[in-house]
Every structure is written in structure tokens, then in C-alpha cells.
DNA sequence: ATGTCTCAGGGACTGAGA
């Protein structure tokens, strides 16, 4: 089983794209962020004639997050469904029914602006109101993936220059804090535990030669339940889908499990 | 140089967000 994560900044922006990457990697499954389009303008049949079903939860302009499966995708859910007002779009679930079926999560978390913006406080009630719906879901549904563009560098080692950094928003103890809870709800992060001591990166900045200098951070991140992480044989960062003409400026991250 | 992108609104460019 192969799964995948990608910022794509922009479905009808980056579609021929990311065709491309699906007919060169061909996921078993994918989890987009930052699609920036309303659900009905969303160019589905291009992927559904790559044998993809698609579950998309998308607004106007910004935001938005999208499921790709080869297997049959069953029970939706669009939001944290707690009751809570938020016009954002931005998390989706749904139950793969593969062989051994396991729910699948796309999760395109709050940037959070600057630490004395109002996104900030918005970011961290974000993450708290995702652990709670964590929280309440994680016995009914078992095997889990969680995935996406967590806007999270959970350690020092994540980011190109932790000096300048660190305290600033993605690398603050308390969203940090707040990633960990996700690792305390049973959930591990695949990629820092099959890579120790990797210090790469998931996005750079298209400003200042991000990309070229490598002065990036690794905030886009797979979970898994405790079953599905002793499965996994690898996990990978495709740095390549950050080259060549009009990239996304972040890079996909792949795992595969038994 | 806040040095680059995407999208929306409105029909060339500006503003917002990242």
C-alpha cells in the first residue's frame, strides 16, 4: 500500500502536474492540501480516468483539502463536525476500502501568520479542536493514516536555520506542543521514525531562492496507527516534484506499507 | 529588495495569503 501527501498550491494551477507525478508513482492513495477551488470546479474526471475516486472538501480561493483512492472510499467527513463556525476548509476523512480497509485523513492545518496576528491563536484552536475529534474517533475506527500539511517543524533538526527560527511561528513550543499530542493520541510519524538523523525538508520558501539554497523546513508529515506503522517498508520525500517549471513549493512525502 | 507564487475581482492591475 502506497499513500502520499501533497501541498499542491492549486489545483487548476499545478492538475498537469500532479497527472504526471499519480502516472509515475500511482498511489494506492493521495491527500492534497491547498487545492484553492470550490468542489464543482474541481477537474476530476482527469483523475478518475486514472482509475482515482475523489472525495474533495474545497472554498473559494483558498484553503481546501482532497482524497484520491484507487479503492472504493466510504464515509465521508467534511470538518471536525463539533459544532463549532469555521468556514475554512480544511481537513477530510474517509474509510479506504482496500483488502484491509483503514480510514484516511487530509489535514491542511492553520500557517498561523505571525505570532501577533489573529491567525495565531486561530492555529492553536485549530490543533486542539483536531486532537479532541482525534481523540473521540480513534477507537471506532482502528487502522488510521493521517496526513498533510501540518505547517509544524517538530524539532530543531527540521529546520534549516532553528536560530533564526526558533520562537517564530511553525517552530513555537506550543504548536509544538500541540503536534506531540497527535503522537500521544497512538499515532507515529512515519518519516522521522525510518529517518533518525535526516535533516530534510518538505517545503521552501519561493522567495529567496528557497529551494536552490535549501533553506527549507519539514512541516508536512504521515501519521499512522500503531498496526500500520510496524508495516511500513519506506518513507520519502520527492524532492524532485520541487523542480523544473511552475512546482508547488512544497514536495510530496510517500510511505509504503505492507 | 518582502527577491515568488495563486487566486479573486474585474477586465490592468492590486490585494490577500502563504
Known amino acids: 500500500m502506497k499513500v502520499a501527501t501533497w501541498n499542491i498550491n492549486g489545483i487548476k494551477a499545478r492538475h498537469d502536474r ?11 492513495v493521495l491527500c492534497l492540501q491547498e487545492i484553492k477551488s470550490i468542489d464543482e470546479a474541481f ?39 463539533d459544532g463549532e463556525d469555521d468556514e475554512q476548509a480544511r481537513f477530510i476523512g474517509a474509510t479506504v476500502m482496500a483488502d484491509r480497509p483503514f480510514r484516511v485523513m487530509s489535514a491542511y492545518c492553520p500557517n498561523g501568520g505571525s505570532l501577533d496576528s489573529d491567525k495565531y491563536p486561530y492555529k492553536l484552536a485549530w490543533y486542539d479542536r483536531m486532537l479532541r475529534f482525534l481523540d473521540k474517533k480513534r477507537t471506532a475506527w482502528g ?23 526558533c520562537g517564530q511561528v511553525s517552530c513555537t513550543a506550543a504548536e509544538r506542543q500541540r503536534w506531540e499530542g497527535i503522537g500521544a493520541l497512538g499515532m507515529r510519524e512515519i518519516f522521522r521514525e525510518m529517518h533518525p538523523d535526516d535533516s530534510s525538508y518538505t517545503w521552501w520558501d519561493y522567495r529567496q531562492l528557497g529551494f536552490p539554497k535549501n533553506k527549507g523546513m519539514r512541516i508536512d508529515h504521515i501519521f499512522t496507527t500503531q498496526n500500520l506503522a510496524d508495516r511500513v517498508t519506506a518513507c520519502y520525500i520527492d524532492r524532485q516534484e ?3 517549471k511552475k512546482p508547488s513549493d512544497h514536495a510530496p512525502v510517500v510511505a509504503e506499507f505492507d
Open 18 to 28: 500532479l497527472r504526471a507525478w499519480l502516472s509515475a508513482h500511482e498511489p494506492d
Open 43 to 81: 477537474p476530476g474526471e482527469v483523475f478518475e480516468s486514472l482509475g482515482y475516486r475523489l472525495a474533495t472538501y474545497g472554498q473559494k480561493g483558498y484553503n481546501g483539502v482532497a482524497l484520491f483512492s484507487r479503492h472504493p472510499l466510504e464515509d465521508v467527513t467534511r470538518g471536525f463536525e
Open 143 to 165: 487502522d488510521a493514516v493521517l496526513m498533510g500539511d501540518f505547517n509544524v517543524a517538530p524539532a530543531d533538526i527540521d529546520v534549516h536555520d532553528p536560530e533564526a527560527w
Open 242 to 244: 520541487r523542480k523544473g
